[in-house]
């Protein structure tokens, strides 16, 4: 089954502690991206890759960093986390051609107390 | 960032009833897309528009392309339960643009008590 998958789905946490969302793809997509969403604003994205190795920013870097060594996984990593990064995180994955749809993998709720 | 407004920002339905709702936007896109999120899940692509005018029907669904590039609407006809969710507008510019989409801040349907 084609699918994005994000991991955990829910987290709870301490503001300083470094953690990682995985996300991954079985679809041979060359491009994937991050997504919070939060009430009220939409989906806003953090970052993005066109391809293994090249990354770009979003609309909402700060305070994240990505990666992408492979073509099917994009973590999210965030080296000390705030409690402004409370939020729905979305990670999506799309072929990058001219009928861009990006499928969106479940969500992952963070909590950062 | 460029900014969709999107609206109604929620709306209720009663089964049966036509409903609409609409983007805009200051800036232009090349794509429009129309997104449903249920609860606990990532949106799903609902209606995809290419073209400037397109007037797209998927099931009950049907959305357009401001002549502009600059508004979209998306209208349900004849709705049922299975309708409630968050709708969301995202344009997109292309892939110059890094694939980027934008989302307007999503019009939550709810069903009239």
């Known amino acids: 089954e084609a699918q994005v998958t994000q991991n955990p789905r829910y987290l709870i946490t301490v503001t300083g502690k470094k953690l990682t969302v995985t996300c991954s793809q079985n679809?041979?997509?060359?491009?994937m991206s991050w997504y919070r969403q939060d009430p009220g604003l939409g989906l806003r994205q953090i970052y993005y890759?066109?391809?293994?190795?090249?990354?770009d920013k979003g609309d909402v870097p700060e305070g994240y960093k990505v990666s992408r060594k492979e073509k099917r996984n994009f973590p999210l990593i965030l080296e000390s986390p705030s409690p402004n990064q409370t939020s729905l995180y979305f990670c999506?994955?799309?072929?990058?051609?001219?009928?861009?749809?990006?499928?969106f993998g479940p969500g992952t709720r963070l909590t950062v107390l | 960032g460029q900014q969709l407004n999107q609206s109604p920002q929620s709306m209720f339905i009663q089964e049966g009833e036509d409903v609409s709702m609409n983007c805009t936007s200051s800036?232009?896109?090349?794509?429009w897309l129309w997104y449903k999120q249920d609860p606990g899940e990532g949106p799903v692509l609902l209606i995809a528009?290419?073209?400037?005018?397109e007037l797209t029907s998927n099931g009950r669904l049907t959305a357009q392309f401001g002549i502009t590039r600059k508004d979209s609407f998306l209208n349900i006809s004849a709705s049922i339960p299975s309708d409630v969710g968050i709708y969301f507008c995202?344009?997109?510019?292309?892939?110059?643009?890094?694939?980027?989409?934008?989302f307007g801040g999503g019009t939550r349907v709810l069903v009239k008590p």
């Open positions: 528009l290419y073209k400037a005018g």
């Open positions: 679809m041979n997509h060359e491009y």
């Open positions: 999506a994955s799309s072929s990058g051609g001219a009928y861009n749809e990006q499928f």
């Open positions: 800036s232009i896109f090349n794509t």
């Open positions: 995202a344009g997109l510019l292309g892939r110059a643009a890094g694939n980027k989409l934008t």
């Open positions: 890759s066109m391809n293994v190795e090249v990354t």
